[in-house]
């Protein structure tokens, strides 16, 4: 079993639309989770931060975290085609990174 | 502010023949570097990471080797490339100020192809 699960996707939303991304994780090491965005052919960018249970908004985007059921969502309101990319999760006990392998997420306008 | 750079952008190599992928971070001292892969529609597989010159810790034995000769600059080897080393080559760095080192950040990449 993997450590992080991601949904595969691919996503096809038309614009405007609420997007939801999910990971789920089994190991409960896991303390800082991060979601980043990769652009085709381009290094991914860091998009969320976050470390303890709940949500954290940030713009059209907020990131959730639900330790108890080792369960993390990204979520992205008023989708824009300039949205469209993969979307990684990743978490950390340390200083290591654990990734998801990505969702892909087209936003059609 | 901080940037970090790698080259080339793009590589065909043939079989056999070595490698050479450089990473540099400007605007910041002793970060945490790292190499991943990132195979076709794949997540991220962590190669190596390093906390200082001449600190540094392999996740997964191949034929790759890494190098910190200097705080700032990280470079990635190998010997003979294999065709199952072609793949997308991501550096990344932690430490920035102000923010965790969980957080990583990363370089542009290397697409390297093997044939």
């Known amino acids: 079993q993997k450590e992080v699960e991601q949904d595969p996707g691919p996503l096809s939303v038309p614009e405007g639309a609420i997007v939801s991304l999910n990971c789920t994780y089994s190991n409960s090491a896991f303390q800082y989770f991060m979601w980043y965005r990769q652009y085709s052919r381009k290094g991914p960018e860091l998009l969320m931060y976050?470390?303890?249970?709940g949500n954290k908004e940030d713009g059209r985007f907020t990131a959730q975290v639900d330790k108890s059921s080792k369960y993390i969502s990204l979520f992205i309101r008023d989708s824009q085609p300039s949205d469209s990319a993969t979307y990684l999760c990743?978490?950390?006990?340390?200083?290591?990174?654990?990734f998801g392998e990505g969702t892909q997420l087209t936003v059609n306008p | 502010s901080q940037t970090i750079h790698q080259w080339p952008a793009t590589l065909v190599q043939p079989v056999g023949s070595p490698l050479s992928l450089e990473c540099t971070v400007e605007g910041t001292s002793n970060p945490n570097l790292y190499w991943y892969r990132q195979a076709a529609g794949r997540g991220l597989q962590l190669l190596f990471y390093?906390?200082?010159?001449?600190?540094i810790s392999s996740e997964v034995p191949q034929n790759l080797s890494a190098s910190r000769p200097q705080d700032r600059q990280f470079i990635l080897s190998s010997k003979k490339l294999l065709l199952s080393d072609s793949g997308f080559y991501l550096c990344?760095?932690?430490?920035?100020?102000?923010?965790?080192?969980?957080?990583?950040?990363f370089g542009p990449g290397t697409r390297l192809t093997v044939l």
């Open positions: 976050t470390y303890s249970s």
């Open positions: 990344a760095w932690s430490g920035r100020a102000g923010s965790s080192y969980n957080e990583q950040f």
């Open positions: 390093s906390i200082g010159i001449d600190q």
């Open positions: 990743a978490m950390s006990s340390g200083s290591r990174l654990t």
